[in-house]
């Protein structure tokens, strides 16, 4: 535990309770549960987990815990911990990063993140925890605390831009940050109950966020530098409407007339965090790379909310590296602003939405095309529909103009997919529910694929863009006009379309009947929210998180694929990895927490995502670790295909609002939550 003193205090302005904090690592008690706690132990010992004889998981410990903070500096980890990755920081350095999903005063604020110019943040912060590599490649085969192998934390960036292309300073001396400010540049006030105490301005709910290293695809194909993509999400009209004593509804602002919501790239080397308008402004789940298989052009998934405005298609970015945006060559003495985004492909580029033929709509039993319906909500839900179809990207008449063209959310692309004068000729955008959580990148690294959660229904979705890298080869560097691609429904949204083998563990909270079932019982996939694609020496397994609110335990399970055909194998079969939460977990009946004092109240939880370490972690046959040169481009992903998935290494991570009080207040880490490291004990 961290000792009580005054330096502690002024970073992180703790109460008498500072006896009950723990350092980076000290909780050994897991959140996640393998089954009801039914066994006295499992239901009533604060500080300790419950049922953890996980049954396709042969081992999981926990590697971090909302609330516990650095032994040097005094700084916590805040929560919900969401997107997250890990990369060498040295030969000998495992650097986790993972970003807080946090809400500000819309749920607690966090402590101030203050940058290099003076500008404090609140809300979602990006932290780092560097484990001894050593240490992490043994971790889940001893029994010796995480805290023995941390060697410190951080922030991942200190200096941030905004939508404008400026740096943000202090608001005290003009800072601007764009989901308060209109596009002249004024920064408008939130209402008076959300109005911020810890910072100037606040981070919105950094939820999956992505590590993409440079070169990922072959020399110079790809992203040209090690970066880490997020965004803001959730429209925060909220934060500027107020009642009075006679409920009057007043509103401040429109968020529609503000800039909207940041899409973020951080250029990890130089620690520095660059707004992206080319990339939208209308607040993302999670910004995914893909292989463009191109060296001149970068590709990305946009899975989101569209500023809450639906339905939606799914979407795309396609950006051309080296140009302006105006589509020129970028000048040689560009600011070095413009230097790192043109090189990615983040300058001038276009969002693509997904459209179908017009002949195409009856054939997935859709008879009648309505722009203003969920028309791929409709062909996710129906058992008589085909599997696999052939849909065309295009782009709206939007294209983000430069930093001198500033434009408020409202007149981006966000308001045009279902504007009849916007649809491409003989096709019409596939729009659905715009809650789209994780798409997860094909781990082959040859391939230009990825799968898409379509969490609104509970389905999954492949999109094949093979060809495409050709097809780009042709344009003289150009941007296309439209990509073509197929898709295919892995997993339907109807009952029977999912079955999950649970072993003699997975039984729900308080629930009768079936284990590991969503709270109806049906046998299908709800609100599949975290989802990550690894790639082993035998198998190809999606790991999938649920977002679902199930009072019984929310689930995270694996699914087999054929890395040809991606069928699910066996057949409309899973296997639960792990729960968490439920408001009828008989854990929260009895106010017992992994971190000991910090029950608030019983809830769902959610795992959010899975990141695979292994190719960090193996050794070669002389026992040395893989260099950086060796991991470096396709380097990682061929080791990971090396190893075995049952001896593969993986981190994810779980929010645990559950477990929001005590230390976790204390050091203002918003809403509770875990990192843990697991290998799966799948029957390949």
């Known amino acids: 535990m961290i000792p009580f003193s005054a330096a502690l205090l002024a970073s992180t302005a703790l109460t008498a309770h500072a006896a009950e904090i723990h350092n980076v690592g000290e909780v050994t008690a897991l959140i996640a549960e393998a089954s009801t706690a039914d066994a006295p132990a499992e239901q009533s010992v604060d500080g300790q987990g419950g049922d953890t004889d996980f049954p396709f998981i042969s081992a999981m410990k926990p590697l971090a815990t909302v609330g516990e903070v650095d032994a040097g500096t005094g700084k916590a980890l805040t929560g919900y911990p969401d997107g997250h990755a890990a990369w060498l920081a040295d030969e000998d350095t495992v650097r986790v990063a993972y ?11 966090t402590y101030g993140w203050e940058m290099e110019s003076g500008v404090t943040f609140t809300g979602s912060h990006v932290h780092t925890i560097d484990y001894a590599r050593a240490g992490l490649a043994d971790f889940l085969g001893n029994d010796a605390a995480a805290s023995t192998i941390v060697e410190g934390t951080g922030h991942l960036f200190d200096t941030v831009y905004n939508v404008f292309g400026d740096e943000v300073v202090p608001r005290s001396e003009g800072g601007a940050w764009g989901n308060q400010a209109l596009p002249d540049g004024t920064v408008v006030d939130f209402s008076d109950k959300y109005t911020l105490k810890n910072g100037d301005f606040f981070f919105q709910s950094f939820c999956g966020a992505f590590y993409e290293k440079a070169n990922k695809y072959g020399d110079g194909i790809g992203f040209a530098d090690d970066v880490w993509l997020n965004a803001e999400e959730w429209n925060i009209q909220q934060m500027f409407t107020s009642k009075d004593a006679e409920n009057t509804v007043t509103t401040l602002v429109d968020t529609n007339d503000t800039m909207g919501l940041a899409s973020i790239v951080v250029d990890i080397a130089n620690e520095t965090a660059y ?18 298989g191109h060296p001149d052009y970068v590709v990305v998934v946009l899975a989101g909310y569209n500023h809450d405005l639906e339905p939606a298609p799914l979407k795309i970015y396609i950006g051309r590296k080296g140009l302006d945006a105006d589509g020129e060559p970028l000048a040689a003495d560009a600011p070095a602003r413009d230097q790192f985004l043109a090189r990615n492909g983040l300058l001038y580029g276009k969002i693509y939405g997904m459209a179908l033929n017009n002949d195409a709509y009856a054939d ?3 008879e009648e095309i309505d722009l203003q319906a969920k028309m791929m909500d409709a062909y996710l839900t129906n ?11 295009f782009p709206t008449s939007y294209q983000w103009g430069g930093w001198d063209k500033p434009v408020a959310v409202k007149d981006t692309e966000m308001t045009l997919w279902q504007k009849p004068e916007e649809q491409p000729e003989g096709f019409t955008f596939f729009v659905g529910d715009s809650k789209t959580e994780h798409p997860a990148v094909d781990p082959d690294t040859s391939k230009q694929r990825y799968i898409q959660n379509m969490t609104n229904e509970g389905a999954l979705l492949a999109i094949d863009f093979e060809g495409l890298g050709a097809a780009l080869g042709e344009l003289d560097g150009a941007l296309p006009e439209s990509v073509p691609a197929s898709a295919k429904r892995i997993v339907a949204a109807f009952d029977g379309a999912l079955t999950l083998e649970v072993g003699d563990k997975g039984i729900k909270h308080g629930g009768d009947g079936t284990a590991a079932t969503w709270e109806d019982g049906t046998a299908r996939t709800d609100a599949p929210d975290g989802l990550q694609w690894i790639g082993t020496a035998d198998a190809n397994v999606l790991i999938v998180d649920e977002d679902s609110g199930n009072e019984y335990g929310e689930r995270k399970y694996a699914l087999e694929i054929d890395p040809e055909t991606l069928d699910v194998t066996p057949a409309n079969t899973g296997y639960f990895l792990a729960m968490a939460g439920g408001k009828q977990n008989p854990r929260a009946a009895n106010e017992v927490s992994a971190y000991g004092g910090t029950f608030s109240k019983a809830t769902s939880s959610e795992f959010s995502g ?3 370490v292994s190719a960090l972690l193996a050794r070669k046959d002389d026992g040395s670790f893989y260099s950086i040169e060796e991991l470096s481009g396709t380097g990682e992903q061929e080791v990971n295909f090396s190893v075995p998935v049952n001896e593969a290494m993986l981190i994810g991570v779980v929010q645990h609002k559950g477990e929001s009080g005590g230390a976790v207040a204390e050091v203002e880490a ?10 799966p004990d799948l029957p390949m």
């Open 99 to 109: 970003q807080s999903e946090s809400y500000a005063t819309m749920s607690n604020e």
């Open 275 to 292: 707004t992206v308008p080319a990339l939208g402004q209308t607040g993302y789940e999670k910004l995914l790379p893909i292989n463009p």
């Open 364 to 366: 997935l039993g859709i």
């Open 383 to 393: 058992p008589d529909a085909p599997n696999t179809f052939d849909v065309t990207f």
């Open 610 to 612: 899975t990141w695979n």
């Open 670 to 679: 918003d809403q509770g939550g875990q990192l843990f490291m697991f290998s």
